[in-house]
């Protein structure tokens, strides 16, 4: 039996290049990739590896939770 899984994802762009991957209803799921597709990639597997663990263990298989992003402005003297 197979069940289909869909969970949001946060790409974050970085200084040196590349993206680093958050999937915020799996935390223990950050990992990067050098172009979109590749971080894409290298989530997906983290993924099913976090998830076939929590199958082997008996532990939750969580739901996706949709991420929250908020602006915050501080005003910094130099």
Known sequence: ???EHRYSVAFEPQAEGGFTVLV????????????????????????????????????????DVAPKLREVRIVAAE
């Open 24 to 63: 915020p209803a799996l935390p223990e799921v950050v990992t990067e990739g050098d172009t979109e597709q590749e971080a894409l990639r290298m989530t997906e597997e983290a993924i099913r590896a976090i998830l076939d663990y929590r199958r082997d263990h008996g532990l939750p298989i969580p739901v």
């Open 1 to 3: 039996m197979t069940v």
